[in-house]
């Protein structure tokens, strides 16, 4: 026994030599490099001196987008940071957003090589980081043409109204306990999402927020942006990377394996009953797909169809839920605001009857709390990481070939050279005669770009923005709302909790009062 643990004393001793040997190699490289990249091109942007092997990671702190915020506060708002042996720039105003994402968005159509995509997303077989080039072309045309055209989009509306009105029937008739909102919409819009991508619901209407399986799909899906947000020491640093130090790597395998577990019941079970029934969703279109080539001889593979709806359904869940739920706590916080929105939706829609997606376009008011919503609370407050594919030039400073490009979409919202008042929610700087009047939130305007800009914006954000619009719309014009236990308004928490998504710190606990005629809440 002794010997044997000498034995594995002298490996892990062998082992850590070679890793310092690897590191002190790689930083000496990293000098030599840096010095003649420096003497070759203008100087790097501005930023706070790096540590010694783990460069600038400590100064991400606790809530990076915050962190990253405050240090464009200091050096200002192209800045350029060290994480471990990989350069990031990063950038926290409209314009330095606008020269990465519109200028210079050809280099920097990729994403960087990340243990996310690797253990998550089946080894960038997916749409979401696939590099730039045929295959990620063949996904993106896919699910543009088959999920998000108008076309698509026209023909699974009565779905997603049927979901949500399922989600109003269900919360008229809570007992007198709170319910917790967000997990009801998250329900709400995985089932939308389910009926049209799988043509059936994913979970049972999660009655009161109780259906475990929806718990479970709901943990899943947070757990994904927790881990794909938290800056993994291996991906900066990759010698340390199969040594996995805060066990990211490790539960990204194991929550890869319940994901695959799930999509691949789904199929599973999409097989033995496409057998009996004729199906008209995505997947069946998807697998309709699998034998022809497209135009660059390119078909498509059953890891990639499962890589397709991890990413649909992670993608597009919980950002429309947890969105909505921001925007109803935003409306109880402001008893005027939400009374000026019911007041529209009494006007345009009435009492007698539910919201439609074609009311949507009549609601001025409601349009502008959903951008306001959308600045205040980007669901991705850094965006998705690019890669730059060249070295280039964005004002006079050098952006190494390599360097991973963020976007602090929520510093950049909030931007009080750009924004009056940027902490406040009104909804009126939207409208005609406010300072941001005709300022729209689909990538064109980069002073607020929460589905990001460019070539790999959001694939989704036609789905998103409607999803957003049709939930609030319907709570606001269904519901009154009062904060659990008679809360005061002053006291709801409206802080942030971490991940690549910007989940609320407390879930939203609310009594909803039903305002309608009562047979809105009991037709099918
Ligand atoms: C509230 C709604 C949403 C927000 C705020 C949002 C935000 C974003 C952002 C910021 C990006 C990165 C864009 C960039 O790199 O510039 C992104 C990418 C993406 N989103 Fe969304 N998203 C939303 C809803 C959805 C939905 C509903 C789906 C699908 C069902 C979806 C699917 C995707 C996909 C597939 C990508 C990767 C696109 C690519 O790399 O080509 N998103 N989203």
């Not at 050096?75 to 990989?86: K, M, Q, T």
């Not at 020269?99 to 280099?107: G, I, T």
């Not at 066990?247 to 799930?262: C, E, I, P, S």
């Not at 008679?486 to 998504?501: C, Q, R, S, V």
Request: charged share 20%; hydrophobic share 40%; glycine share 6%.
């Amino acid at each position: 026994m002794r010997v044997l643990h000498i034995c594995i004393t002298k490996q892990k001793m062998c082992a850590w030599i070679i890793g310092f040997g690897t590191i002190a190699a790689s930083i000496l490289i990293y000098n030599v490099v840096k010095l003649i990249t420096s003497r070759c091109s203008g100087p790097l942007p501005p930023g706070p001196k790096p540590w010694p092997i783990m460069g600038n990671l400590p100064h991400l702190g606790a809530v990076p987008h915050h962190s990253l915020a405050a240090l464009a506060r200091v050096y200002g708002p192209l800045i350029h940071l060290r994480l471990g042996f990989v350069h990031v720039v990063v950038a926290a105003s409209a314009s330095v957003a606008e020269q990465f994402l519109k200028v210079h968005d050809a280099n920097f159509s990729s994403r960087p090589p990340n243990a996310g995509a690797k253990y998550i997303a089946y080894n960038y077989q997916d749409l979401v980081f696939a590099p730039y080039g045929p295959r990620w072309r063949l996904l993106r045309k896919i699910t543009s043409l088959h999920l998000f055209s108008a076309k698509a989009m026209d023909e699974f509306k009565h779905l997603r109204q049927e979901e949500v009105a399922r989600l109003t029937r269900n919360l008229a008739s809570s007992d007198s306990k709170a319910v917790n909102l967000g997990q009801l919409l998250n329900v709400c819009a995985t089932n939308a999402l389910g009926r049209v991508m799988l043509g059936r619901r994913v979970f049972n209407d999660g009655n009161g927020g109780c259906d475990p399986k929806a718990d479970e799909f709901k943990s899943m899906v947070v757990e994904v942006m927790v881990l794909a947000g938290v800056f993994n020491i291996g991906d900066f640093i990759p010698s340390l990377e199969c040594l996995d130090l805060q066990g990211v790597q490790a539960k990204m395998k194991n929550l890869h394996k319940r994901f695959d577990a799930f999509l691949t019941n789904i199929i599973e079970d999409h097989k033995t009953s496409s057998k009996t029934e004729q199906h008209k969703d995505l997947l069946s279109t998807l697998l309709s797909l699998k034998d022809v080539p497209d135009d660059d001889g390119n078909k498509l593979t059953d890891t990639e169809i499962k890589a397709l709806l991890l990413n649909m359904f992670t993608a597009g869940t919980d950002t429309s839920s947890s969105t909505t739920e921001w925007a109803i706590a935003e409306l109880i916080r402001s008893p005027k605001i939400l009374a000026k929105v019911q007041q529209e939706l009494d006007i345009v829609v009435g009492r007698d009857r539910n919201v439609r997606e074609e009311d949507l376009t009549h609601l001025p008011y409601l349009q502008a709390v959903i951008k306001e919503t959308f600045r205040l609370h980007p669901s991705t407050p850094l965006s998705l990481p690019r890669v730059a594919a060249e070295s280039c030039e964005i004002f006079g400073y050098h952006i190494p070939k390599g360097s991973t490009l963020l976007v602090n979409v929520w510093a950049i919202a909030r931007d009080p050279k750009e924004w009056a008042n940027p902490l406040e929610f009104k909804p009126e700087r939207f409208l005609p005669g406010g300072d941001k009047a005709d300022v729209d939130i689909k990538g064109n305007v980069f002073e607020v770009i929460p589905f990001g800009a460019g070539r790999r914006i959001c694939a989704g954000i036609n789905l998103g923005l409607r999803m957003v619009q049709l939930l609030t719309a319907t709570l606001a014009h269904s519901f009154d709302w009062e904060l659990e236990n008679g809360l005061n308004l002053e006291k709801l928490n409206m802080d942030e909790a971490y991940g690549l998504t910007l989940q609320r710190a407390e879930p939203l606990l609310v009594h909803p009062m039903p305002r309608l005629s009562p047979h809105v809440y009991s037709s099918s």
